[in-house]
């Protein structure tokens, strides 16, 4: 092979790399933020209206380095982020401060992999596959 044609090999080669370079990049989710929604519960009388609001809180903050902090039933939480094509998945890594391998194994098995949806709205569906509740829908928040 010339040297001429290896030069156009090798340009060719880098555009088609910088194409799929580029293809990957655009699918990929960007749900970097806040997000905050509430579970809907029922609430007993003459429960204290905030220890109700804490308990029915999701807040959510993606970081741009595929990591994330949580805030829900009143516990920290925090870990990695996981993107596929159409949804993220939140593996909890620490809860309320400690790594979830020093956590008891009833602890670890009941904190499982999170999935959250981006809808048409702009709104996120968060889904604990563990828990056996409807999910919750988040809104981007202002910090």
Same mark, same amino acid.
């Given at each position: 092979? /010339?040297? #001429? &044609?290896?030069?156009?090999? %090798?340009? +060719? ?18 749900? @970097? $933020? =806040? ?7 029922? %609430?007993?009388? +003459? %429960?204290?209206?905030? *220890?109700?609001?804490?308990?029915? /809180?999701? &807040? ?11 805030? &829900?039933? #009143?516990?920290? /939480?925090? $870990? ?8 993220? @998945?939140?593996?909890? @890594?620490?809860?309320?401060?400690? +790594?979830?391998? @020093? =956590?008891? &194994? ?5 904190? $499982?992999? *999170?999935? !959250?949806?981006?809808?048409?709205? $702009? ?12 999910? !919750? ?7």
């Amino acid at each position: 092979m /010339k040297r #001429g &044609e290896m030069v156009l090999l %090798a340009i +060719g080669v880098l555009v088609i790399g910088l194409f799929l370079w580029l293809g990957n990049r655009s699918s990929r989710l960007n749900l @970097t $933020g =806040q997000w905050v929604g509430f579970r809907k519960m029922d %609430a007993k009388e +003459g %429960a204290d209206p905030s *220890i109700v609001k804490t308990l029915t /809180k999701v &807040e959510l903050r993606i970081l741009p380095n595929r990591r994330f902090s949580l805030f &829900e039933r #009143g516990l920290p /939480k925090r $870990g990695r982020v996981d993107y596929s094509e159409d949804r993220a @998945t939140l593996e909890i @890594t620490e809860l309320a401060g400690k +790594g979830m391998e @020093t =956590q008891p &194994e009833h602890v670890r098995d009941e904190y $499982g992999p *999170i999935e !959250v949806i981006p809808q048409k709205d $702009g709104s996120l569906l968060y889904r604990d596959p563990k828990l056996m509740e409807p999910p !919750v829908f988040l809104r981007r928040s202002k910090v």
